[in-house]
């Protein structure tokens, strides 16, 4: 069975400019969630969304925001990129949303924004 | 509010050395946690888990368990070998409605032969 997927695998983007990063969950999983992992950091939550509605918001500026399509995949945007965007982009999914549930993560995206 | 704190590292062992990387946290409510690991240039993979105190998470060889008085989840394995370097993430599910994980800062892990 495939993973979780996210594309593109890595991407370079000069300041000011706007991202979109997707991410495909695992078939029969209806929640995703996206977590920015800068370089010598633990990942650090960015926005869930559980059946196509967003569910919790981390601390993160207005510029981040994502959807979730009705086939379950999501999209992460980042506009007005900052140096300080540049990171590995994690998604993860599930099936159900209780803290027991495990996140199942992708391989993520490498944004380096110069 | 919810953080994870992890030991430090960088870790540097001998294969077949005895492994511990402590972790500890703070949290409201009954959190569960969690121990990823991540390896040269993948995404986070679950390592083990455990979901209530005292529950012990095992996998690989390598186990945790869960202390609430110590508030504390401590990863261990008795022989690491060359295959287990990586960096190690402790995590907590809140319980609040989204459910989401709080990372520590990661544990790197170096076994040498």
């Known amino acids: 069975d495939a993973g979780v997927t996210q594309s593109p695998t890595h991407l370079i983007k000069t300041r000011g400019q706007h991202v979109t990063l997707r991410c495909s969950p695992i078939s029969g999983h209806k929640s995703v969630s996206w977590y920015q992992q800068v370089l010598g950091q633990g990942p650090q939550f960015i926005f869930q969304y559980y059946e196509k509605e967003e569910r919790g918001r981390g601390n993160f500026p207005d510029r981040f925001s994502a959807r979730q399509f009705p086939n379950y995949s999501s999209e992460l945007n980042v506009n007005a990129l900052l140096l300080g965007d540049s990171a590995l982009y994690l998604c993860?999914?599930?099936?159900?949303?209780?803290?027991?549930?495990?996140?199942?993560f992708g391989p993520g995206t490498r944004l380096t924004v110069l | 509010g919810n953080s994870v704190t992890q030991m430090e590292g960088p870790v540097t062992l001998s294969e077949e050395a005895f492994l511990t990387i402590n972790c500890t946290y703070t949290a409201t409510g009954y959190p569960s946690l969690f121990w990823y690991v991540q390896y040269p240039g993948e995404g986070l993979q679950l390592l083990l888990k455990a979901t209530k105190a005292d529950d012990k998470g095992s996998n690989k060889g390598f186990e945790a368990t869960y202390r609430k008085e110590t508030t504390s989840f401590h990863l261990e394995k008795g022989s690491v070998q060359v295959s287990d370097s990586a960096v190690y993430f402790c995590a907590l599910s809140d319980q609040t409605g989204a459910n989401n994980l709080f990372f520590g800062t990661g544990t790197r892990l170096t076994v040498i032969p």
């Open positions: 993860a999914s599930r099936g159900r949303v209780g803290a027991t549930d495990t996140q199942y």
